[in-house]
């Protein structure tokens, strides 16, 4: 089973990301700040990292580039996440060796959990409960179930009109 360590200074949010991605089966472990997340890193060695870009004490860009530099830390996977959306912070979260950047305002939950899955290049297995139980069957409707079926209308009439003399 992976390990995911969500990085985010809002608490609610860094709640909903890590039952969201606990619930694909992960294991999380979280952060709120670019300081935290570094001593995380080294200390739980996470698969993937998803990370916020503005935060107090140690921005996501600056964690990113210290994380790239540790010898323990350097293969991790880091997704990052911000509200910046221009091009610099793009290419600057890419220069520094994120293996993705989203934008939060152009993305969902499920769509970081596709990135997550994408990234680790893993799928989520099929939970137990939808594996075990059959395909639905069609069934015969009973006394208790009339089938109901449409029932044909005729076509209204249109009046005939007539051209020339009328006989």
Partial sequence: MSKIMVVEDDA???????????A?????????????ALAVAVREKPDLILSDVMMPKISGFDMLDILRSTPETADIKVIMMTALSSDDQRARGERLGANRYLVKSQVGIEDVVNAIHEVLGDRPAVPQ?????????????TPSQPMTQPV???????PQTTYGPAQ
Avoid: H, K
């Fill in 12 to 22: 609610s949010l860094r709640e909903i990301y890590s039952i969201r991605i606990t």
């Fill in 24 to 36: 694909d089966g992960y294991d999380v472990v979280s952060a709120g700040d670019g300081e935290e």
């Fill in 129 to 141: 409960s939808a594996a075990a139980q059959p395909a639905a069957q069609p069934t015969t409707p």
């Fill in 152 to 158: 044909p209308q005729p076509m209204p009439q249109q």
